[in-house]
C-alpha cells in the first residue's frame, strides 16, 4: 500500500512541473503563439528537433525544444502551424 502512495505523490508532481496549456512563448526570434508558421520557431535554432510519428509509423509532426535557464520549451508544429507549446520545469 505504502508503494502505491509514493507511486501517486511521484506522478502528481512530475505532472504539476509540466504545464502544456500555454498559448504563447517568447523565443530569440519573438513571441510564438499557436496558429504561427512554423518558420518563426525555426528561425529560433532550436536546440534539439524531433519528428513525431503515429503508432502506425507515419509522420505526425515536429517537435521543437529549447532548453532555456531552469526550462524547457517544447514547440509541437503540425501541418506547418504550431499547435502547442509546453513548458518542463528541470
Request: proline fraction near 2%.
Amino acid at each position: 500500500m505504502r508503494t502505491i502512495i509514493v507511486a501517486a505523490v511521484m506522478a502528481l508532481s512530475v505532472a504539476a512541473e509540466a504545464s502544456c496549456n500555454l498559448s504563447s512563448v517568447r523565443l530569440p526570434s519573438g513571441l510564438v503563439k499557436v496558429g504561427d508558421s512554423d518558420q518563426r520557431v525555426v528561425r529560433s535554432n532550436p536546440d534539439r528537433v524531433v519528428q513525431l510519428e503515429t503508432r502506425e509509423g507515419g509522420a505526425a509532426g515536429i517537435r521543437y525544444d529549447f532548453h532555456q535557464r531552469g526550462q524547457t520549451l517544447q514547440i509541437y508544429v503540425r501541418a506547418g502551424r504550431v499547435v502547442r507549446v509546453c513548458r518542463l520545469r528541470d
